[in-house]
């Protein structure tokens, strides 16, 4: 099994539509987590970082953790064309301070049709 | 733009050879990351360095090695390529040392690398 498992998709959604994006978690140590944006061919884009559990919000992009349930989501509100990407959770936890090694999902295909 | 720089953007070499990758972290980050990404394994984590100094390792191969020089940039070394090491490899930059709240990581644009 793998530590991160996220829904590879794709998930195809209409202009201005609500997105939900998922990922499930086996290590309880996590206690960073974030979401990246892809485009096709380019770097990883950091969209939100959240610590422990709760809600952030910023924009368009809600991301909420429930350490409790190991489970993470990104929501985007009024979903744009220019959204269309692969979107990665990852996470990571705290050794000690020693380390910030980044464990993905596998990344999950979203396509916005105009 | 991230700020974090990458070269070359592209490299085609052949089974056997050697090839450097190079990075240059964000202005003021002193932890440089490598991941390399697949279409089987995804985004992985290969090592990391903090100002000079390597703090993690992670899925990375006895061909392959790293290191951070003074001036913060980062070179990725991989020898004896094989078909295998074709991939997306990725350098990443953060502040600090390790996973503290606000030490978040950017990343670079890549370098592609095919192993013909």
């Known amino acids: 099994q793998k530590e991160v498992e996220q829904d590879p998709g794709p998930l195809s959604v209409p202009e201005g539509a609500i997105v939900s994006l998922n990922c499930t978690y086996s290590?309880?140590?996590?206690?960073?987590f974030m979401w990246y944006r892809q485009y096709s061919r380019k770097g990883p884009e950091l969209l939100m970082y959240?610590?422990?559990?709760g809600n952030k919000e910023d924009g368009r992009f809600t991301a909420q953790v429930d350490k409790s349930s190991k489970y993470i989501s990104l929501f985007i509100r009024d979903s744009q064309p220019s959204d269309s990407a692969t979107y990665l959770c990852a996470m990571s936890s705290n050794y000690g301070g020693a380390t910030n090694k980044l464990i993905f999902g596998t990344g999950t295909l979203l396509a916005v049709q105009p | 733009d991230s700020g974090v720089t990458q070269t070359p953007k592209h490299l085609i070499t052949a089974t056997g050879q050697r090839v450097t990758l190079r990075c240059s972290p964000r202005?003021?980050?002193?932890?440089v990351y490598w991941y390399q990404q697949s279409l089987d394994q995804g985004l992985q984590f290969l090592i990391q360095y903090y100002n000079g100094e390597e703090r993690a390792k992670g899925n990375i191969l006895e061909r392959f090695s790293a290191q951070q020089f003074p001036d913060l940039h980062s070179e990725l070394n991989l020898s004896s390529l094989e078909l295998g090491d074709s991939a997306l490899y990725f350098c990443?930059?953060?502040?600090?040392?390790?996973?503290?709240?606000?030490?978040?990581?950017?990343f670079g644009p890549g370098t592609r690398l095919t192993v013909t």
């Open positions: 959240t610590y422990s559990s």
């Open positions: 990443a930059s953060s502040r600090r040392q390790g996973a503290l709240q606000g030490d978040e990581q950017y």
């Open positions: 202005s003021g980050d002193l932890s």
């Open positions: 290590n309880s140590a996590f206690q960073y």
